[in-house]
């Protein structure tokens, strides 16, 4: 099973805001691409030079990194039709294997 | 007419009114505090304003061209945090609107700046909850008290009044008090009069009798503070229960009486014993000495005389050495001193010291005892009780004899240990049955009627018997009226301190 | 002739003793004071010292253990004359440095024979 959609999610520190965007996140990731994805998380406070060689400006931010085009987004990630339609993604029928 | 046209063919008119409408909306644009962003459909920057720039403590360029992001939140605000590199992360209040933007869709996305009000919100959350920490878990009790009532306490004030919280909020504040203070002060009055004191001066701090819910009265400490919140003044109370620490102050206070009693009694004792000894010491001496004739030589008369003074003295002696001894015992303040002796020696030296009074009346004492009985006792008293026995026997027999019998092997007794037994037994006048009753006790002296009152203080067999008991044993007494009686004082071999 | 220090502040008793010790030829000399009984111990350095424990100043005890300290008190018997009630302890009457001890009220008829006990 290979990895089809690698993810990356930059947030400010653990904050509540920080908590409830990786929970949606991977709530939504695990019930459509569950196995399927990989995701990295960056806490920009930790690692500023990966959040300036990304180029974020503000968080929570999603970068899709695959499949392409690239995608950035920016939200609670509570939305999951919202959230799947800014990262570009198309759902399969039938599980996604 | 002619309207003057620039280059292009524009109207003159017309570029005027277009310069100074675009000026007025730059100026809004530049001079908003909130940031303002257009980006494209994708996201990527075409514009930011100054304000923007500060915000995000970026350059112009630094912006243009990269990709803000796409928000997921269209119409409604949503908080976000901002990255920039050299200062702490900031956090926005971010409205995103579609719009267009040199005819083609982009968003229009504004801003606000809300960094410090965050932080603000943040210090007075983690205040309130240090507060709301300390005021649940104190140990003491905390109440707020407004509009004459109780209106919220902490689970210290129930464990410090015994009872639910829906037993404090709404009682007036004198329900936990007992009706008056210890020094008299009705409880309602000196309580309005604080808590009064409290809204209008200043702190209060005080000590206070208080109630708990089952109405036993407790000691505590009190501070009143008013706090204004919301707008209402309220007042809020620590109410410290220090019924322990009253309660191991008055303890020490009393125990601090009792040693200062002891010690008194002690003092009494000691100089008492001394002050009355003191006079016998010339009465008994200066007679002495005299009848020697170390004064000069005495006719017969002079001898006799002298001779009574001298007896009187040795038989006040007598009495105010018992009278110590008894006040000694009374205050359990006897001092014993424990050393190895020869008990057979011991007896020897007794009754070597009543041959004068044996020879007088006629009397033969036998000894029945080994030649050696090592034992462990104080001597002194020991010595006591058998001249005490001894003396009596003495006393109470007019003719016979009297034997001392010391038996070493008995049994051991409660304690365990070897015991020893000292029985002096004699022929004299004995005692009646409904009389033994009354022999061990305080200053019983038997009266037999057609008898002289025997000589004696009337205390020598109380204190035997005291002093039997002192050291870990025991007397006992058994006669036959006319035939004689028999006085036993049984002793452990080795004296041990009763474990208390 | 033997000399005997008598350390007594009690008038009636400081008599007596005098009384009965002259009479059986001894010198006697006296002092009223815990100091004086020091000072007189070490300077006449008498065959036997009766030494009163109830003293005013400094007691008997400390006269006798001063007495002691000074090396120079070529060993002389001194005798307490102790009330039992007062000191309650023989052992401490000894550790002080007594070389025994004679109760008080005083025996007429038996205290010079306790006194030349102790006179080597």
């Not at chain 2, 007036?172 to 809204?199: H, M, V, W």
Request: proline share 4%.
């Amino acid at each position: 099973m290979a990895v089809k959609y690698v993810l990356k999610l930059y947030v400010t520190g653990t904050t509540l805001r920080s908590n409830a965007a990786l929970k949606n996140l991977k709530k939504i990731l695990d019930e459509t691409y569950k196995g399927v994805y990989s995701l990295k998380v960056v806490d920009v406070i930790k690692q500023p030079k990966l959040a300036e060689d990304d180029k974020i400006l503000a968080t929570p931010t999603l970068i899709k990194i695959l499949p392409p085009p690239l995608a950035r987004i920016i939200g609670d990630f509570s939305n999951r039709e919202k959230v799947l339609l800014g990262l570009d993604l198309v759902e399969v029928r039938g599980g996604a294997k | 007419m002619n309207k003057s046209t620039n280059n292009a063919g524009w109207d003159n008119t017309d570029l005027q009114a277009l310069k100074e409408s675009e000026a007025r909306f730059r100026s809004i644009v530049l001079w908003s505090p909130d940031a303002i962003i257009v980006s494209d459909a994708k996201g990527k920057i075409e514009y930011i304003n100054p304000a923007a720039e500060k915000f995000f403590n970026r350059k112009m360029e630094s912006f243009t061209g990269k990709d803000f992001g796409l928000s997921l939140i269209d119409g409604e605000t949503t908080e976000i945090d901002i990255f920039r590199p050299g200062k702490d992360p900031g956090v926005g209040d971010m409205h995103v609107v579609e719009t267009e933007w040199l005819n083609k869709k982009a968003h229009l996305i504004i801003i606000r700046d809300i960094t410090e009000r965050k932080l603000i919100q943040e210090a007075l959350r983690e205040n309130a909850m240090k507060y709301r920490a300390l005021f649940e878990t104190a140990n003491d009790a905390i109440l707020l008290f407004a509009d004459g009532k109780w209106d919220d306490c902490n689970e210290g004030a129930l464990k410090v009044f015994g009872c639910t919280r829906e037993q404090i909020i709404g009682q007036d504040p004198t329900r936990f008090s007992p009706p008056t203070q210890p020094d008299g002060r009705a409880s309602n009055e000196e309580a309005f009069k604080l808590i009064n004191l409290a809204y209008t001066t200043g702190p209060q701090f005080f000590e206070w009798t208080h109630c708990r819910a089952d109405g036993t009265p407790f000691a505590a400490e009190v501070s009143l503070n008013r706090l204004d919140l919301k707008g209402k003044p309220y007042i809020q109370a620590i109410v410290r229960d220090i019924s322990d620490r009253k309660q191991a102050a008055e303890k020490e206070l009393e125990l601090a009486k009792a040693r200062e009693i002891d010690r008194l009694k002690s003092l009494f004792i000691a100089s008492m014993s001394h002050e009355l000894r003191t006079p016998l010491n010339s009465i008994i001496g200066f007679s002495g000495i005299v009848l020697q004739g170390l004064a000069g030589e005495l006719n017969d008369e002079q001898k006799k005389q002298i001779g009574m003074i001298k007896s009187s003295g040795a038989h006040l002696l007598a009495l105010v050495n018992d009278v110590i001894d008894v006040t000694k015992i009374e205050a359990e303040k006897i001092q014993l001193t424990i050393e190895e002796f020869d008990l057979a020696r011991l007896v020897r030296e007794i009754r070597d010291s009543f041959a004068p009074a044996l020879k007088e009346k006629g009397l033969t004492l036998k000894l029945d005892q080994p030649d050696k009985l090592a034992m462990k006792s104080d001597e002194r008293r020991v010595k006591q009780i058998i001249m005490n026995l001894v003396s009596n026997a003495v006393k109470f027999t007019d003719k016979g004899s009297i034997g001392i019998r010391v038996a070493g092997d008995l049994p051991a007794g409660r304690h365990g240990g070897e015991r020893i037994s000292i029985a002096v037994k004699d022929t004299g006048m004995g005692i009646k049955a409904e009389d033994m009753g009354k022999l061990f006790k305080q200053f019983s002296r038997i009266i037999v009627p057609g008898q002289a009152l025997r000589e004696g203080t009337g205390l020598g067999l109380f204190l035997s018997q005291k002093l039997a008991g002192i050291l870990g044993g025991k007397t006992d007494a058994a006669s036959k009226f006319e035939q004689g009686s028999e006085f036993t004082l049984t002793l452990p071999i080795e004296y041990k301190e009763a474990k208390t | 002739m033997k000399k005997i220090l008598i350390v007594e502040d009690n008038e009636k008793n400081m008599y007596m003793m005098n009384f009965m010790l002259t009479k059986k030829g001894y010198q006697v000399i006296k002092a009223e004071t815990g100091e004086l009984g020091v000072e007189l111990a070490l300077k006449e350095m008498p065959d036997l010292v009766l030494m009163d424990i109830q003293l005013p100043g400094i007691d008997g005890m400390e006269a006798t253990k001063r007495i002691r300290a000074s090396k120079a008190d070529g060993k002389i018997p001194i005798v307490a004359i102790t009330s039992y009630a007062m000191t309650g302890d023989k052992e401490r009457v000894m550790a002080a440095g007594f070389t025994g001890y004679i109760e008080k009220p005083i025996n007429p008829d038996t205290f010079m024979a306790e006194v030349e006990r102790f006179i080597k």
